[in-house]
């Protein structure tokens, strides 16, 4: 029978029937497609059951279909699965309960590694359980040939540009959360991702990584305060699947040790190279060529230079410090875009920086304790996406002579600042700025007198992209936000509660923090109709404030309330007990 004819057929069975249809392991809407003209809907109870690996693959083609996202299996669930696969019925003999609870356990809750490993399990013999569960890694599993081809169904599945993107997670450690800001730089970095009209590059990526996990291959590990991934990482068995895959595919290779160089001879040389050494982790990576090189890069504690490939485009040098010099031979980079450093007693970058002119992203990693001042030439690197230091304490503080003279950075999104507000470098800078989208600013440290309460106002209104704003230390000062923002941290910055009002009255803000000593005084009392779009709300160490009273149209969209170390705090509003949107109090 031809396609055609099995249609009518198929209806002619189903019709006045209640059936129940399960269509198993969809890979996109097409099956859906030449089978829906085929399912009469009679009205009376017939169902259809659709299993995918795309979670929203069912909006494709029924958008008010009920969706059930599967969870991992718990500890006794497992337990009840591995039984079944290894001795059906009969349960699981009271000798062996001790090693396969265990067994079961060390699964992680994924029901396609308990089969798996009680496929071995059934082939070995009773008294080697205990070695086998020992060695129970994901390389032992992916052994399987069936669970190879599974991850290899996924893999190919995916767009050409999520390919690289899914590969680039064997290049981190297994079983280690991946913060999920410094993934997406990198992807940007690397050119994985595509540019987009109408788009930036960081939502484009952020859109890759929801793909990714849309379809089960990546996990959130750590969730944002209003939602969205802050950290990420693979189930073990993909990690393994994705080391293998990179290295069949000349796209990455691992050190493993100090003493393990990796000799640059052969014509197809793998484009990244990740070092795992304990002492260092570094990953050095997009290794385009190596002519006449010996080996990648290999450090000592006591060295003080080191050689680098010159087409090097990504360079995070992990646990190295550099406590007294800048190394200079990273500025002879001229194809770098992205480069992270661990920075110890240094408090200004060389001029020579400007040299990188490709540079995308600048990351000062480490617990220095000084500000870093960027050099006059940091205005000539147009390609500058991010500036951006690990620890929140310290920034990068600009060059403001010639100011109005030099060129702007167009591009850059995301900024550590350190400033001295009594000068008029706040009101310069940001003109300079035009498309930033997150800031973190910190008041530079002074020597002169602080400024009496009133007499200093900070103008961040003409920052018309700015969505995400921290501020710490600017005791005593005011503030104008641009109507932009949709977050705002406070910390250190002893406000009187009447000045509160200012930011109740921006009309996007989602999330507000207030955090330690933000706002001073005793009583914080709402005025009507603040906070429209609010959704989360944060107060902690805010000492002296005792009252905080608040109506019933204020937080209409509040989803949670946060409250830390509010020791004097008696209590909060009761009409919050009254917002239909409110999930959650901590």
């Keep these: 029978m031809d396609e055609h004819d099995l249609a009518v057929k198929l209806k002619q069975v189903l019709l006045r029937n209640k059936y129940l249809l399960v269509l198993d392991d969809l890979w996109d809407a097409k099956a859906w497609n030449l089978l829906e003209r085929s399912l009469p809907d009679d009205a009376n109870g017939s169902r259809i059951l659709i299993t995918s690996r795309l979670q929203n693959l069912s909006l494709q083609f029924k958008p008010d279909s009920k969706v059930h996202h599967l969870r991992h299996l718990t500890d006794e669930e497992s337990w009840n699965l591995l039984q079944k696969k290894l001795?059906?019925?009969?349960?699981?003999?009271?000798?062996?309960?001790?090693?396969?609870?265990?067994?079961?356990?060390?699964?992680?809750?994924?029901?396609?590694?308990?089969?798996?490993?009680?496929?071995?399990?059934?082939?070995?013999?009773?008294?080697?359980?205990k070695e086998v569960t020992k060695r129970l890694t994901s390389s032992i599993i992916l052994d399987d040939e069936y669970c190879m081809k599974t991850l290899e169904l996924s893999y190919s599945h995916l767009p050409d540009d999520l390919k690289p993107c899914i590969l680039y997670f064997g290049a981190f450690q297994e079983d280690k959360s991946v913060p999920v800001r410094r993934l997406l730089w990198l992807w940007i970095s690397e050119g994985f991702v595509r540019k987009t009209k109408g788009m930036r590059l960081e939502n484009v990526a952020d859109d890759y990584l929801k793909d990714l996990v849309d379809r089960s291959l990546v996990m959130v590990s750590e969730q944002r305060i209003m939602g969205g991934a802050k950290a990420c990482r693979v189930h073990d068995l993909v990690h393994e699947f994705c080391v293998k895959k990179a290295q069949d595919e000349n796209f990455l290779h691992i050190l493993h040790s100090q003493n393990d160089c990796f000799i640059f001879t052969s014509p197809s040389n793998p484009l990244r190279v990740c070092d795992r050494s304990a002492r260092n982790l570094m990953i050095r990576e997009s290794m385009l060529e190596f002519p006449n090189a010996r080996n990648l890069l290999s450090f000592k504690e006591d060295d003080s230079g080191f050689w680098l490939p010159k087409l090097l485009r990504v360079l995070d040098l992990g646990k190295l410090v550099f406590g007294e010099y800048f190394p200079m031979e990273v500025l002879l980079l001229a194809q770098l875009r992205y480069l992270a450093l661990r920075l110890n007693l240094i408090d200004s970058i060389p001029a020579a920086t400007a040299d990188l002119s490709r540079l995308q992203t600048f990351l000062a990693r480490g617990?220095?304790?000084?500000?870093?001042?960027?050099?006059?030439?940091?205005?000539?690197?147009?390609?500058?996406?991010?500036?951006?230091?690990?620890?929140?304490?310290?920034?990068?503080?600009?060059?403001?002579?010639?100011?109005?003279?030099?060129?702007?950075?167009?591009?850059?999104?995301?900024?550590?600042?350190?400033?001295?507000?009594?000068?008029?470098?706040?009101?310069?800078?940001?003109?300079?700025?035009?498309?930033?989208?997150?800031?973190?600013?910190?008041?530079?440290?002074?020597?002169?007198?602080?400024?009496?309460?009133?007499?200093?106002?900070?103008?961040?209104?003409?920052?018309?992209?700015?969505?995400?704003?921290?501020?710490?230390?600017?005791?005593?000062?005011?503030?104008?936000?641009?109507?932009?923002?949709?977050?705002?941290?406070?910390?250190?910055?002893?406000?009187?509660?009447?000045e509160i009002s200012t930011i109740g009255k921006l009309p996007k803000l989602e999330v507000l923090k207030l955090c330690r000593n933000s706002f001073v005084g005793e009583e914080w009392e709402m005025k009507e109709e603040e906070f429209p779009k609010l959704r989360v709300l944060k107060l902690s160490r805010l000492c002296g404030s005792r009252s905080w009273t608040s109506s019933s149209d204020n937080f209409p969209r509040l989803e949670k309330l946060i409250v830390h170390n509010c020791w004097m705090l008696e209590e909060v509003p009761s009409c919050l007990g009254e917002c239909p949107t409110l999930e959650m109090i901590e």
């Design 87 to 129: 001795f059906g019925k009969e349960g699981c003999p009271p000798r062996l309960s001790g090693v396969a609870s265990q067994t079961a356990k060390s699964c992680k809750g994924l029901p396609l590694t308990i089969v798996l490993v009680a496929g071995i399990l059934a082939n070995t013999a009773e008294d080697c359980w």
């Design 367 to 498: 617990e220095y304790s000084s500000d870093f001042l960027l050099p006059k030439t940091i205005w000539n690197i147009k390609t500058l996406r991010h500036l951006w230091t690990t620890n929140p304490e310290v920034g990068f503080i600009f060059p403001v002579e010639n100011l109005e003279a030099s060129p702007g950075l167009d591009r850059l999104d995301s900024l550590s600042l350190a400033i001295d507000p009594s000068s008029q470098s706040l009101q310069k800078i940001p003109t300079k700025l035009p498309n930033i989208r997150r800031l973190r600013c910190k008041k530079k440290a002074s020597r002169e007198e602080p400024t009496r309460i009133g007499d200093g106002i900070l103008v961040f209104d003409c920052l018309n992209q700015l969505e995400s704003l921290t501020l710490r230390y600017f005791d005593r000062y005011r503030f104008k936000f641009p109507l932009n923002l949709k977050k705002l941290t406070l910390r250190m910055t002893k406000q009187p509660w009447s």
